[in-house]
């Protein structure tokens, strides 16, 4: 079976997020950081939104 793919088939790219959704390792970094990231952040406003004692 020959298949040929023309000029205009041949440049097509292919859009940023399917290329995301398409690679389960950018999910699973993207799964694990995010959450890390934002918990780190919300941690570290709840340290400095402690009173200091007298």
Same mark, same amino acid.
Do not use: A
């Given at each position: 079976m020959n +298949? #040929?793919? %023309?000029?205009? #088939?041949? %440049?097509? =790219?292919?859009? $940023? @997020? +399917? =290329? $995301? @959704?398409?690679?389960? *390792?950018? !999910? !699973? *970094?993207?799964?694990v950081v995010f959450p890390a990231v934002f918990y780190i952040i919300w941690g570290i406003m709840e340290i400095v939104s402690i009173p200091i004692a007298p």
């Open positions: +298949q #040929e793919i %023309s000029g205009t #088939e041949r %440049s097509v =790219r292919v859009p $940023i @997020m +399917q =290329r $995301i @959704m398409d690679n389960p *390792f950018i !999910l !699973l *970094f993207i799964g």
